[in-house]
């Protein structure tokens, strides 16, 4: 076990994956989110996703919620993008940093983007080639990690290929991510361990799913293996709409508390933040997962 960081950063992400399986809601509910968002000081949050509105109904707003991210110029905000032409919309729109998700199994890539693991990766160079000369910087996030819904277990090897294939490509970050929250804390150290070695300086980071209950014990597994990004969502909203049975991302509130508690610095104020679950759960019109949500700090104020 590696020695823990002092310092994790925690990409909210509950405003693109935490909504993508929710009944669109108004622009104007997603920027009193945003704003309770940005209260509880995070630095980074995913926005969403430009991707076809009729696949993801609930982000078809992208745009409009783009053109609102100026008001807050101390937060880098990032979009997902599943193809070279979302990149450029994206782009247009003014972000500065993408996402773009690569299945490192073929079951779900083709549920989810309609193109095997190995075109998907293909496409890396096109979209690194369109952002890179407008400044604009590439995270591939290599999802299904661990296990994929229609495939199975995933090899490891298929994570390490699209890891040294995103590199040869030039990406300026890596991510992997348990898509449907089967993970457990010894699977991902293992992985962890394989991958870090063969990106040299690159940031690492990791997203889980608190489906099976594990999440939070896998994102502290992976901070001990040496990643020191994690995305996280503001009351655990959120899941794949492209994966059966995925539910529940890990909760700000929840892992800011877990990590502060072992002495790990992420910037999260938790009263903020579990203001801000408040703020998801009445802006999606039902109960969400967090722990933090029903029972509170254990410091009381």
Not at 244 to 267: F, K, Q, V
């Amino acid at each position: 076990m590696s020695e823990l960081p002092a310092h994790v950063t925690i990409r909210e992400v509950a405003l693109r994956d935490g909504l993508q399986i929710e009944a669109p809601i108004p622009l104007s509910a997603k920027l009193d989110l945003l704003a309770a968002i940005a209260a509880t000081g995070v630095r980074e949050v995913e926005a969403t996703a430009f991707v076809s509105p009729t696949k993801v109904p609930a982000l078809a707003d992208a745009p409009e919620l783009a053109a609102r991210l100026s008001d807050y110029p101390d937060i880098e905000f990032s979009a997902l993008v599943a193809s070279p032409n979302g990149a450029k919309r994206a782009i247009a729109a003014g972000l500065r940093s993408l996402e773009y998700v690569v299945s490192a199994a073929d079951g779900h890539s083709r549920a989810n983007v309609g193109r095997s693991s190995a075109e998907a990766t293909e496409q890396i160079a096109e979209i690194v080639a369109i952002a890179h000369p407008c400044e604009v910087t590439v995270e591939v996030i290599i999802a299904t990690a661990w296990d994929c819904p229609f495939d199975g277990p995933t090899p490891p090897q298929r994570v390490l290929d699209i890891v040294d294939a995103a590199c040869d490509y030039g990406a300026d970050r890596l991510a992997i991510a348990d898509t449907i929250g089967t993970t457990t804390p010894g699977r991902v150290t293992a992985l962890v361990h394989q991958v870090r070695p063969r990106i040299g300086d690159l940031p690492l980071g990791a997203h889980f799913h608190n489906t099976r209950g594990a999440g939070l014990a896998s994102a502290y597994a992976a901070v001990a293996a040496g990643v020191t990004r994690l995305d996280s969502s503001v009351g655990g909203l959120g899941g794949c709409p492209f994966a059966p049975g995925a539910s529940g991302n890990i909760a700000t509130e929840d892992l800011a508390y877990l990590l502060r508690d072992s002495g790990i610095d992420t910037g999260v104020d938790l009263t903020a933040a579990i203001a801000a679950a408040r703020v998801a759960r009445d802006a999606v019109g039902h109960e969400l997962p967090s722990a933090l949500l029903r029972a509170g700090d254990r410091i009381l104020s």
